[in-house]
């Protein structure tokens, strides 16, 4: 079976401390996850993919096939990354996505 | 550059009311097409997902259908509301592949 799990529905932090949105996945095939973000007001939007390996406002993710992870990190935290986070994983045509981290950085 | 649209934003609707929501793609061709449900708590869960004309994928049974009259075009329907239909849906689209989703700004539906 396909699913995503988001272990944590609020995190909330300091800002310029690190932050770690836990994401695991079950998945029979070959991964291909995201993390979305909504920031409020806002449309649901990518915030990055694994196969792109890259850092986006600050944010990285690493794939860990071991432990099925996803977790999404950012060292210094900003007011500005309040917001909801979604984990999502592709399958052959769909997209499933977790339930969600509601991410508060308090100044 | 490609867009979304879809409407209406929010909608009220008695309880044994018909449905219609519909969500158009500009800019690409033979898009994949989603609907997705967001509930508090439980993320986003996918109702319907198209790869083309006429086809459509049902994720959970329930109340809901979904058709693909063209291309571009993806419309959400109930015959009949329940009062567990309320929630916030979103429509989506990506081209065929490993593309991301690019989501519409969605429709609040409230049953009562």
């Known amino acids: 079976a396909q699913r995503v799990t988001q272990p944590e529905k609020l995190l909330s932090v300091f800002k310029g401390a690190p932050v770690e949105l836990k994401c695991n996945y079950s998945y029979s095939g070959s991964p291909e996850l995201f993390w979305y973000v909504q920031y409020s007001r806002q449309r649901l939007q990518l915030l990055l993919r694994?196969?792109s390996r890259e850092s986006i406002k600050g944010f990285t993710a690493d794939l860990n096939k071991g432990e099925t992870s996803f977790h999404l990190k950012k060292p210094f935290a900003q007011e500005e990354d309040s917001a909801m986070y979604y984990c999502?994983?592709?399958?052959?045509?769909?997209?499933?996505f977790g339930a969600g981290t509601r991410l508060t950085v308090k100044p | 550059s490609q867009t979304i649209h879809q409407w209406p934003a929010t909608l009220v609707q008695p309880v044994g009311s018909p449905l219609s929501l519909e969500c158009t793609v500009e800019?690409?061709?033979?898009?994949?097409l989603y609907w997705y449900r967001q509930a508090a708590g439980r993320g986003l869960q996918l109702l319907f997902y198209?790869?083309?004309?006429?086809?459509i994928s049902s994720e959970v049974p329930q109340n809901l259908s979904a058709s693909r009259p063209q291309d571009r075009q993806f419309i959400l329907s109930s015959k009949k509301l329940l009062l567990s239909d309320s929630g916030f849906y979103l429509c989506a689209w990506s081209v065929w592949g490993g593309a991301p989703l690019h989501f519409g700004n969605g429709t609040r539906l409230t049953v009562t």
């Open positions: 999502a994983l592709r399958g052959n045509n769909d997209m499933r």
């Open positions: 694994h196969i």
């Open positions: 198209s790869v083309g004309i006429g086809q």
């Open positions: 800019g690409t061709s033979n898009p994949n």
